[in-house]
């Protein structure tokens, strides 16, 4: 990869860690339109600016925007659906060749699970070791490749002064390297407006500068730090408030997402 334009890569990828994961903006469309192709359809006349979000957006819409952010730099990255034990598709991500490489060397790209690395992918046994570990903050990450067609993503704690993790890792998703096509990609985002989690609300935000990452799910804050998790139940009478100053959401997008799921 030239550098020029892996410094462009990384500096699209920080700019989309700013970006808070959250399903308010999907709970809110889909209400408004009637219909997830509809809905699907507003985030994706928008991908292109970050700052036209209303707030931030789910991994489809983060992967999506990175996508079409790195097509628009003339690469060709790959959108990948994951697994997670008996649900399929229920994420994404993407996987960028390195066009400029004689050594077949490919990046996984992860926005939607906030990693915003790109993480160069190992390949199985015996043509390479099979894993490598990333000590990111506060998540450290594993990719594993069982064989060339499927790969495994696992984060854990961060990693200690003596080697070891604050917590163990976990598997997350498995993901079929081939990829899919935008159409497909598509299918399985507007499928996704009617899964379980659009009927609570979901965020998650990650402070890279000072490796702390806020997740809230069913009215408990979760604050992951290079020291672990703790974890607080946010009262309903402070929820807006609370939810917009972590977050980085405005009142009236978490209040009307909220009214939205009250009903």
Known sequence: MEPATWQKI????NRLSHVTYENLTKIIRLESTGSATAARNLDDSDQNDVDTWMGGGTCFSMTWHLYQSLRDMELE????????????????????????????????????????????IPLPQPFGSGEALF???PNSVRLVRPDMDSMELWTGGAIRGDGSLSSPMKLRFEYPVAGVGV??????????????MMTYPV?????????????????????????GSRMERIAEPERVSKLSEI?????????????ILSK
Not at 183 to 196: G, N, T
Not at 247 to 259: D, Q, T, W
Request: glycine share 4%.
């Open 10 to 13: 990384l500096d699209l990828c």
């Open 77 to 120: 990255p790959r959108l990948v659906m994951g697994h997670k034990r008996k649900e399929r598709n229920i994420h994404c991500a993407l996987i960028l060749p390195d066009q400029d490489s004689l050594s077949s060397k490919e990046f996984l790209f992860d926005p939607g699970y906030l990693i915003f690395d790109p993480l160069p």
């Open 135 to 137: 000590p990111l903050v």
């Open 183 to 196: 159409e497909e990609f598509k299918q399985h985002w507007s499928e996704s407006f009617y899964r379980e």
């Open 203 to 227: 965020l998650n935000r990650l402070d890279r500068e000072r490796g702390v990452q806020y997740y809230y799910q069913k009215g408990n804050l979760v604050t992951r730090d290079a020291n």
């Open 247 to 259: 977050f980085k959401l405005s009142p009236e997008l978490v209040s009307k997402a909220l009214g």
